[in-house]
């Protein structure tokens, strides 16, 4: 029983070494940003186009009403 427990703690920190050397790998490989920036811009459209102006024009007419 005890050489499982210790089965799992080696293989609970060789995967936690191999996802911080992924995270740390894919942070310097996009490190310019533009990938962010990007992302962030596409966001920001989509919200615009599926979430801000279908609610507007759902209830603006409403409102505009006496």
């Known amino acids: 029983m005890v050489k499982a ?4 703690a080696l293989v609970a920190v060789v995967t ?5 050397w992924a ?3 894919t942070a310097l490989n ?3 940003g533009t990938s962010l ?3 962030r811009e596409h966001w ?4 615009l186009e599926r979430g801000i102006r279908p609610y ?3 209830h603006l007419p409403e409102a505009l009403t006496p």
């Open 16 to 20: 936690a070494g191999f996802s911080l």
């Open 5 to 8: 427990g210790w089965l799992l």
């Open 56 to 58: 507007l024009r759902r």
């Open 30 to 32: 996009q490190r310019t």
């Open 37 to 39: 920036n990007q992302a």
């Open 23 to 25: 995270l740390l790998r």
């Open 44 to 47: 920001q459209q989509a919200l």
